[in-house]
Structures are given as structure tokens and as C-alpha cells.
């Protein structure tokens, strides 16, 4: 079954590689969508694959990498919009 969501992270999350461990992370389990630091300071994830997989990436955005701080998470659920890769966006 599949999965499509998007989230919102706050905290300390630009500027500590944050967008390259998620990019990775997807890769590691097959799931498709994007990654991109907004102009307030928030990182926005859209995640779409198997629901395990999915699941999975949602727990590793929870805790980030290394540096990171993070003080809250918003998820959204989001129609499957069938994106072939996973990529990092710049605004």
C-alpha cells in the first residue's frame, strides 16, 4: 500500500546538513518526493512510497541528524502524486 505526506519541521534545522541526511535516508528506502528549507526557517519534506518505507522516513525526520534540533513536526496527509525520485529544492 502506498503513502503520500507532507511535513513541517521547526527547530534547528538549516545549516546542519539536515536536507542531504533526509535525500539519503530516502534513497535508502525507496521513497520518492523532496526536501527544501522555507524562508521562515522551516524545513518541508513531501514523502511518498510504501507505507512502511514512508513510516520509517517519518520517525528519521522526527530526530534528524547530528546537529539538529528539532521543536516541532506538522504532518499533513497528501494525495500520491507519483514523483520518480527524491530531490533536494532550493528556494
Excluded: W
Excluded at 513541517?8 to 533526509?22: A, K
Excluded at 522516513?57 to 513536526?73: A, D, L, N
Excluded at 506538522?74 to 507519483?82: L, S, T
Amino acid at each position: 500500500m502506498k503513502k503520500s505526506t507532507r511535513l513541517y519541521i521547526t527547530g534547528t534545522v538549516q545549516g546542519v546538513f539536515f536536507r542531504m541526511f533526509i535525500k539519503e535516508n530516502a534513497e535508502r528506502y525507496n521513497v520518492k518526493g523532496f526536501v527544501r528549507n522555507l524562508e521562515d526557517g522551516r524545513i518541508e519534506i513531501f514523502l511518498e512510497g510504501d507505507v512502511n518505507n514512508v513510516n520509517k522516513m517519518i520517525e528519521i525526520c522526527k530526530k534528524g541528524p547530528k546537529h539538529s534540533q528539532i521543536r516541532h513536526v506538522e504532518i499533513k496527509p497528501e494525495k500520491f502524486q507519483e514523483f520518480k525520485v527524491f530531490k533536494v529544492l532550493h528556494i
